[in-house]
């Protein structure tokens, strides 16, 4: 039986690194991980998702699309985590690491 790396199935089923396929997939599952950062701030707090959008100003609905990697651009970002008071920054390669909050 032979055993693959993650790294080679994504290559495999997506592309390897530097083809278009391969930046998307790696772009959304990057989105997807800073969703569930701001679901598991979210749900240290005890907080639904109605609350925490009542604290920024959204609808529940956009709370959830944004803790699936939806609509998320670097204001909201900033915005939902000084809701949550919670420090971030983002670690940019051509610039280094930015503080949101």
């Not at 956009?62 to 699936?68: A, V």
């Not at 970002?77 to 949101?100: C, E, M, T, Y």
Request: glycine share 6%.
């Amino acid at each position: 039986m032979q055993f693959y790396t993650q790294e080679q199935m994504v290559d495999k089923h997506v592309g390897a690194k530097g083809t278009p396929e391969r930046a998307e997939y790696d772009e959304q599952v990057e989105l997807m991980l800073v969703g569930e950062a701001i679901r598991k701030a979210r749900q240290a707090q005890s907080l639904s998702q109605k609350q925490l959008g009542e604290m920024v100003g959204v609808q529940k609905a956009q709370i959830s699309r944004l803790e699936n990697g939806k609509n998320l651009t670097i204001a909201t970002i900033s915005k939902l985590f000084k809701a949550l008071n919670q420090k971030v920054s983002l670690d940019i390669p051509s610039i280094g690491r930015v503080a949101l909050w």
